[in-house]
């Protein structure tokens, strides 16, 4: 069984005609990306993602940079190594870098994640401890609030407000979930949900080498939860080993509860899967120097999933249509989608496709606006290869 854990996962389709969204089927065979080379044609790649190399992509510390897109098409680079923000004009050139490593307002205690922008007026920086730092889209120091709970994702609203989807460790070896409506101009938040996990991980392996712990996770992450933001403010919460999305929906100043069911099936893991990355994983142990008998704990009940999550990634198109990818077991499929309406509606199935790049996992800040998709990207046989893309759609018909 092949499946595509390395892709890209969040795309989304949007074609503007006359100043709308113009509909694509989602049962087109497939949806074609294509780049606009007009995009930022005088962008340094090699400075802007300075540790890119010709390594394979999961190593390569430049795709852990971020970007977020402004009104008329500025640019934000985070370069979270480096602790600073870059801002480009249209044609890619830096016209100004600000932040550094520091716990001072508009200073950053760890890597900085770019969370979108508040009111196409403020960029929304989150690094570690809770802090929010906001940004004027001159990057100008504006706020800071800091939080008494780690944020795991930060969504601006159309109300101006912010959605935080974070975890509070809490007594016996536990953490939990939150789901929070922050005030921006209080910087008090209220609850929205939460819920109590246990931290044990069978999923995971521990061992020391020089004092130093090392972890190795199963290949797939279940027990996932995600949220999002719609542009009209509900919130959708979903865990991708359950069929049961729940929506948030905020009427006469409280949140009612409401929930849909997809429509797709989880595929199994055969035995000649698990026995390939038991026999891999000795290899890894034995090429690092490590215990090849940790291997064994793989077989662990519970360690290597007998089926594969439902999906591995969520995103929302311009209708705040959701888009849930999904594991194929068909090589020559990749980027696979099942699209829903925000009231559950089964829209149908289709796939994005793109010609001279590869399209990146872990990165979560891929942005549609104006009937365009702009995502982060791999260039094929480049020196540097990180690029953002500002790509068009071409459906491709069954």
């Not at 780049?35 to 090699?46: I, M, T, V």
Request: charged share 20%; net charge neutral; hydrophobic share 40%.
């Amino acid at each position: 069984m092949k499946t595509k854990i390395t892709a890209s996962l969040i795309i989304l389709l949007a074609i503007a005609t006359a100043g709308l969204a113009q509909k694509i089927s989602y049962n087109a065979a497939a949806v074609k990306l294509i780049p606009e080379s007009s995009f930022l044609p005088n962008a340094d790649w090699g400075s802007l993602f300075y540790d890119a190399s010709h390594s394979d992509a999961a190593s390569r510390l430049g795709v852990m940079n971020e970007f977020a897109l402004g009104p008329q098409e500025q640019i934000f680079v985070c370069n979270r190594g480096k602790y600073t923000i870059q801002i480009l004009d249209k044609t890619g050139r830096v016209i100004k870098t600000f932040g550094k490593k520091g716990y001072n307002n508009g200073e950053f205690a760890g890597n900085p994640n770019l969370r979108g922008i508040l009111n196409n007026k403020l960029l929304v920086v989150n690094d570690a401890q809770g802090r929010i730092n906001f940004f004027d889209l001159d990057g100008n120091f504006v706020k800071l609030i800091t939080l008494d709970f780690a944020p795991l994702d930060i969504f601006p609203m159309k109300s101006g407000n912010l959605i935080v989807w974070g975890h509070v460790p809490v007594s016996g070896c536990r953490h939990k979930n939150v789901i929070a409506e922050l005030n921006y101009e209080s910087g008090k938040y209220s609850i929205i949900y939460e819920e109590t996990e246990s931290n044990s991980q069978p999923g995971i392996i521990q061992t020391k080498k020089d004092g130093v712990l090392i972890s190795f996770a199963a290949p797939y992450v279940r027990n996932q939860q995600m949220v999002r933001v719609t542009s009209n403010d509900r919130i959708l919460l979903a865990n991708n080993t359950s069929k049961t999305v729940t929506v948030f929906s905020k009427e006469n100043g409280r949140y009612r509860e409401s929930s849909f069911d997809l429509q797709m099936a989880q595929l199994k893991v055969g035995a000649e899967e698990k026995q390939a990355y038991y026999e891999n994983f000795k290899k890894q142990l034995r090429k690092d120097g490590l215990d090849v008998s940790l291997a064994e704990k793989v077989k662990t009940p519970g360690f290597y999933p007998d089926h594969l999550p439902y999906f591995y990634n969520i995103i929302l198109d311009e209708q705040n249509n959701a888009l849930f990818f999904i594991y194929t077991n068909k090589p020559s499929e990749d980027y696979v989608f099942q699209a829903y309406t925000g009231e559950g509606e089964f829209l149908g199935q289709s796939a994005f496709e793109i010609e001279g790049y590869e399209l990146l996992s872990q990165m979560a800040h891929f942005h549609f606006a104006g009937g365009f998709i702009y995502t982060l990207a791999l260039k094929h046989d480049a020196v540097y290869p990180v690029r953002i893309l500002k790509c068009r759609m071409e459906p491709i018909a069954n």
